[in-house]
């Protein structure tokens, strides 16, 4: 299995400007997950999907940010319009079964600049 | 919540055991302890959990007090490839719905020196 699959690895952008984040997650996994990680604040969990619902997007910082699921083999994060503060590294990761505290594997992440 | 304390950062010699413990006083009952590695440009990877008394596995070892209040990550003999950044997470496996539990914070960065 080629694992969790994240595109693209580099984002620059300018502020205004809409960014999509994408994610494969690993085939047969029914969780997926969306992390963003600085400097400051660490790793957080913005929303995770179940069997490609939404379960809790109470991580998510605005209502600028927005995730999908459309099938259980892609996820987008979306944010439009896009600011400096969100400059980040995005991880995508999924996980088999046994909720959310089930071993989860990460892809390599985004690393989203915005200018 | 069960919130967890961990250093900021730890140093240690190649060839060395190499002992990270992470505080959880207000563990709950159901509670499980995870741990996970991040090694640079990369996305974190699962080491090891566990609930109670000792867990091993071929990378690390877990060892947990009966009071649960704490519990302590053991790398054996660590290498140059060690250096990581190492996440405690405490929450209960039964709950799917518990994401607010999912917190990993900013770790303890271990580096490994020759």
């Known amino acids: 299995d080629a694992g969790v699959i994240q595109s693209p690895r580099h984002e620059v952008t300018e502020m205004g400007q809409e960014v999509t984040l994408r994610c494969k997650p690993i085939?047969?996994?029914?969780?997926l997950f969306w992390y963003r990680q600085t400097m400051m604040r660490g790793l957080e969990l913005l929303i995770y999907?179940?069997?490609?619902?939404?379960?809790?997007d109470s991580g998510m910082p605005e209502d600028r940010f927005s995730a999908k699921m459309p099938n259980a083999s892609f996820s987008t994060l979306k944010i439009q319009p896009s600011e400096p503060r969100d400059s980040a590294v995005y991880f995508c990761?999924?996980?088999?079964?046994?909720?959310?505290?089930?071993?989860?594997?990460f892809g390599p992440g985004t690393r989203l600049t915005v200018l | 919540l069960a919130k967890t304390t961990q250093p900021i950062s730890m140093d240690s010699y190649e060839g060395q055991e190499v002992n990270i413990t992470c505080s959880h006083n207000?563990?709950?009952?159901?509670?499980?302890i995870t741990w996970y590695q991040q090694f640079p440009s990369q996305g974190p990877r699962f080491i090891i959990q566990?609930?109670?008394t000792k867990v091993t596995n071929e990378v690390a070892s877990l060892f947990i007090p009966a009071d649960r209040k704490s519990s302590t990550l053991s790398l054996p003999r660590v290498s140059l490839s060690d250096t990581a950044v190492y996440y405690c997470?405490?929450?209960?496996?039964?709950?799917?719905?518990?994401?607010?539990?999912?917190?990993f914070g900013t770790g303890t960065r271990l580096t490994v020196i020759p």
């Open positions: 990761a999924s996980s088999l079964g046994g909720g959310v505290w089930n071993e989860q594997f």
């Open positions: 085939s047969g996994h029914d969780y």
């Open positions: 999907f179940n069997n490609n619902v939404p379960i809790d």
């Open positions: 207000n563990i709950a009952t159901n509670d499980y």
């Open positions: 566990g609930y109670k």
């Open positions: 997470l405490v929450g209960d496996i039964e709950i799917e719905t518990g994401a607010n539990n999912l917190f």
